[in-house]
């Protein structure tokens, strides 16, 4: 069940060795992969179907029924007319800005707030915490007009930064990371303790790295929130070299002609930074407190 | 015997000593987070609260009205549906998505080839656009659909998964588990990393089977990680819109019965004539729920803990 | 259609929004005030121009606008901006709020109604009531509000358009494609066998009838004065007991209660259903994305009443906070006059809002084509055509109203009872706004 941290040993050989393990029948690996199948046929259906409509050529029938997967003329003009009628690299850097920076200030943020949640004893520590429960509560759609106006008023309107600001540190967050904290074992800091490391050492050298598991996934949360969010930008921004490509590509959506392949493309555009986010930091969800810690 | 107290009841005394060492360190590590969150979250919730008791629209300054939007409330027939179908989406959803994605999880925990597809395959749901989402759902279940078109061929004849208000409130449900399941199951991963394996190893040695396993060692261990995922599954549940909207039309299925209650304050507030002191009492409504919800689950971990 | 395509779009978002009103204190002068003295000053400044969702297609047709304009009046200046699709209302709303509202603003009359309520739109008839006489009248008085004296935005361009039917399954269902029904009764009657014919599999109409449809059909929406619905009357009640008929005979799509525009669209793309409302625009649409249907593509007036045609009319607002108000004045008029708007209308199928534009060669003359067969007949159909849909009518009466229909048409609640219940909702609602 946990040979997911033989990953970090990097014993190549004990983890070729794995799929015949002795104590693994191969029926029961079997199984595993026709589960994994199972699962993967639900999952990815939506995924291809449209990463398919944008490989389809004009004069294909999309509303076919039943639909075709397979396009009849394969193309890939519909990214190359997405690059045409949109700025589509510009949007996309100020994503990727606002979207590394969101990364940044949550995985510190939260982290932060989340060390002194579980680890450390103060009066107002439960008040803290209902605090975050609080704000995490507040239903966005509520207060996004006075969110904007507070903007005005720091003239951060029409900035990136005003974009990055009201989430850069999401209450989630916290919480995620609260959960992660107070699942570590306290021998571990206990130790560092007697060797005189003060909060802030402990916090750096050891609490930190044993929850990477934890900050890999408020990086993808921060990530995927940034990047996906529509309505904020849309409201803060005003200048088009500013948008980010949520908003960008949401001028695809003609106003007298929709061309779903141009916009299925563009969803494909949109998606692939996330995809392939998730798999370069899926490893450190398998290096976890056994590592750091009990070797601590 | 679990190395993970959640609170300071059940801390060494040595940990506390740790804690009083430097009194000034925690809100130095709090600050950051407290002014965003309250700069930018609770401080204009206020402004929400105050509209809530006038009769403000999008453009016009409301005057004061006392509790008329709160009475209003409690007449409106589709309040009531509102809270219905919210309350009866936490209950269909919340227990599924607290199992299922701990069971994904451990099935693409183990490191065996190809796995590295999988967990990025089964992610996909998550990071899809909404609307995609939508689009193929509604393709699935409508009556020309791929689904029923397998229920017609093996002589089950048609269902109306898409016009019926109770099985339209439950397609948006299965949506809403099928994309949950790879979000929550991020969260299980990182938590599952952190189960000793030498338990498990202990347990396999004594001869305990799969199941025995996962109830005596992994469940006890990841139970602070399936209370947060009930709870942040359980507001976001109560919070739904855009699954029921997307299945269910923006009237919230046939005569709004399926109408949930943010939708509700969507009907009501946006646009440039929203009543906005009427939808922000129902923002407060809506935030008391969840805030109680996520009390009570808080609570009742606490109590079983201690 | 255009625009409520783009209204309920605007709603398909993930996200909702919803507004607050709080910080409007500053910025709420009580009325369009300034009048025709600030309008008709120097021509200067730099004009902030706010369009949606054009830029992306039209860059080069509003870049070589704006040049014109500033060789035209040297000291003015535009500055264009453009905005997405979605989430229009909730960007004008949060712009309104935060006083960074646009000098020129496009909006269609049921965005502009709240702002001109909101003393945030200009009155153009005071401040440019001579250009009254340039525009199609009814184009001009669909930027009238009731309740409130003048006119707060440039009409601009106009849609209409005819009802598209599907030839093959009126031929399997044993219509006569060459025949579609021209009045309501024959529609009824077509849907109703087309239904019995295919054993309910196929069905005529994608969606329950919406607020036009009731206009459309010759029922007195609101009394005059603008203070009261009166959708409920005997003629009101009349179309929706024929629409309950259609549903319980199968001749409503099974969803149709929960349709919205795209996804009528849809199912008319799909070919599911046989007919369904579009715009010139749409021809051009299915030929490429669902050409097996184009093939079948049958082309037809919609079904009225009133001798009047649906249309749909966006409109330019001036800000009534503008700095620049001669200039932006100006230059709304500018991008509205009769020149700019034909130009524009050889863009993309759209239809100018000025005088005798419509007798341009352009809309008159047959070339044996569908598009310009579909082209000339909307542009005939315009003349007198209307805009049914009240500017009054917000987002949350449109609501009250299907959900309303929906009841009806389920057999839930008789039609007259839905009907007298939603009419009391919606002037409930009229008075608390």
């Known amino acids: 069940m946990t040979a997911g941290h033989r990953e970090r040993h990097g014993d190549r050989a004990e983890r070729r060795r794995m799929p015949g393990r002795g104590r693994t029948p191969r029926w029961r690996l079997l199984l595993r992969y026709l589960l994994l199948l199972a699962v993967l046929a639900l999952t990815v259906g939506p995924f291809l179907w449209q990463l398919s409509t944008s490989l389809k050529g004009p004069g294909e029938d999309i509303y076919r029924y039943p639909p075709s997967l397979i396009p009849g003329h394969l193309t890939f003009g519909n990214y190359a007319g997405v690059a045409e009628i949109i700025p589509v690299w510009d949007f996309a850097l100020n994503s990727l800005k606002v979207a590394a920076a969101n990364v940044l200030t949550n995985c510190a943020g939260a982290a932060l707030a989340g060390y002194a949640l579980a680890r450390m004893r103060f009066r107002g520590r439960r008040t803290a915490l209902v605090v975050f429960i609080m704000a995490m509560l507040v239903p966005v759609e509520s207060i996004m007009i006075a969110q904007f106006v507070t903007m005005r008023e720091l003239q951060l309107n029409n900035t990136l930064i005003g974009v990055l600001l009201p989430a850069c540190i999401g209450a989630m967050n916290v919480l995620l990371m609260r959960n992660a904290f107070a699942g570590l074992p306290y021998e571990v800091e206990e130790a560092a303790f007697v060797d005189g490391a003060n909060a802030w050492q402990r916090f750096v050298r050891i609490a930190l790295p044993s929850v990477k598991g934890t900050l890999a996934v408020v990086a993808i949360f921060a990530f995927m929130g940034a990047w996906d969010d529509f309505l904020w930008p849309l409201i803060v921004l005003s200048d088009q070299s500013k948008f980010t490509l949520t908003v960008g590509l949401n001028f695809l959506h003609g106003t007298f002609a929709d061309n779903q392949r141009l916009v299925a493309a563009g969803t494909v555009i949109a998606v692939l930074p996330l995809i392939v986010m998730f798999a370069c930091l899926q490893r450190y969800f398998f290096r976890g407190v056994g590592e750091g810690a009990v070797k601590g | ?306 | 259609m255009r625009t409520s395509m783009r209204r309920s779009r605007s709603a398909a978002t993930a996200t909702i929004a919803l507004a607050s009103a709080l910080a409007l204190a500053a910025c709420g002068a009580p009325d369009g005030s300034g009048g025709a003295d600030s309008a008709s000053g120097k021509v200067e400044g730099q004009v902030v121009f706010q369009t949606w969702n054009l830029k992306a297609n039209f860059k080069d047709y509003f870049e070589g606008l704006i040049a014109d304009f500033e060789q035209k009046y040297p000291d003015a200046k535009v500055k264009w901006v453009d905005q997405p699709a979605e989430g229009y209302p909730e960007k004008l709303s949060a712009d309104a709020a935060g006083g960074t509202l646009p000098d020129v603003v496009n909006v269609s009359p049921d965005l502009a109604y709240p702002l001109a309520k909101a003393g945030m739109a200009l009155d153009l008839e005071k401040s440019a009531g001579k250009y009254r006489g340039e525009y199609l009248d009814g184009a001009w008085k669909s930027n009238e509000m009731p309740g409130m004296k003048g006119v707060y935005a440039f009409p601009w361009y106009l849609n209409t358009g005819p009802m598209f039917y599907n030839k093959e399954l009126f031929r399997q269902a044993g219509l006569d494609p060459a025949k579609p029904p021209t009045t309501y009764d024959q529609l009824f009657r077509d849907a109703k066998s087309m239904a019995e014919k295919s054993g309910r599999k196929m069905a005529m109409l994608a969606s329950t009838p919406s607020i036009e449809d009731f206009g459309r059909y010759g029922v007195r929406l609101m009394n005059p004065q603008g203070t009261e619905f009166t959708f409920n009357e005997p003629k009101g009640v009349e179309l929706l007991q024929h629409y309950k008929e259609l549903y319980e005979a199968g001749a409503l799509d099974s969803q149709a209660l929960t349709a919205k525009a795209e996804s009528a669209g849809r199912k008319f793309q799909q070919q599911a259903v046989a007919m369904n409302p579009g715009s010139a625009l749409d021809l051009e649409n299915f030929r490429k994305e669902a050409p097996s249907l184009y093939k079948n593509i049958g082309i037809t007036d919609a079904v009225n009443n009133t001798g009047k045609a649906n249309m749909y009319v966006q409109g330019l607002m001036v800000n009534a906070q503008s700095e620049v108000k001669p200039a932006a004045v100006a230059f709304a008029h500018f991008v509205t006059d009769k020149k700019n708007q034909m130009a524009f209308a050889k863009e993309v199928t759209i239809f100018p809002s000025t005088k005798g534009s419509l007798d341009d060669p352009y809309f008159t003359e047959q070339d044996g084509t569908d598009a310009t067969r579909v082209r000339v007949a909307s542009a005939k159909s315009l003349e007198n055509a209307v805009n049914y849909t009240p500017v009054l009518l917000s987002d949350q009466m449109k609501t009250v109203l299907r959900n309303a229909v929906a009841r009806a048409v389920q057999g839930k609640q008789s039609p007259k009872a839905a009907l007298d219940g939603a009419v009391a909702e919606c002037n409930r609602l009229l008075k608390t706004g």
């Open chain 2, 1 to 306: 015997m679990q190395p993970t107290a959640q609170d300071g009841l059940r801390m060494p005394r040595t940990v506390r000593r740790i804690r009083t060492h430097l009194p000034s360190s925690p809100w130095l590590f709090l600050t950051p987070g407290l002014l965003i969150v309250g700069g930018f979250s609770l401080y204009p919730f206020v402004s929400t609260v105050v509209n809530s008791f006038t009769d403000a629209r999008t453009l016009i300054k409301g005057r004061f009205v006392g509790g008329g939007n709160y009475q209003e409330l409690i007449h409106d027939a589709m309040f009531w549906t509102g809270l219905r179908n919210s309350l009866v989406y936490v209950l269909g959803v919340v227990p599924l998505l607290v199992i299922l994605p701990l069971l994904l999880a451990m099935l693409v925990q183990r490191q065996i080839p190809g796995i590295t597809f999988f967990r990025a395959a089964f992610y996909t749901p998550v990071v899809a656009s909404v609307v995609v989402v939508g689009l193929i759902w509604v393709w699935l279940l409508d009556d020309r659909g791929l689904i029923n078109a397998l229920l017609e061929t093996v002589g089950f004849g048609k269902v109306g998964f898409l016009s019926d208000p109770w099985l339209l409130l439950l397609s948006a449900m299965a949506v809403t588990v099928w994309k949950g399941l790879g979000y929550y199951m991020i969260i299980y991963l990182a938590a599952l990393a952190n189960v000793p394996r030498e338990l498990h190893e202990a347990c396999a040695v004594d001869g305990a089977g799969v199941v025995r396993r996962f109830l005596t060692v992994t469940v006890p261990a990841l139970r602070s990680t399936m209370v947060l995922v009930g709870a942040l599954s359980a507001v976001n549940a109560f919070k739904v819109f855009s699954e029921v909207y997307l299945m269910a039309g923006p009237t919230g299925g046939p005569g709004g019965e399926d109408t949930t209650l943010v939708m509700l304050v969507q009907q009501v507030g946006t646009g440039l004539s929203g009543r906005v002191g009427y939808a922000a009492a129902l923002s407060v409504v809506v935030f008391v729920i969840t805030l109680g919800l996520m009390l009570l689950v808080l609570r009742a971990n606490r109590r079983e803990d201690a």
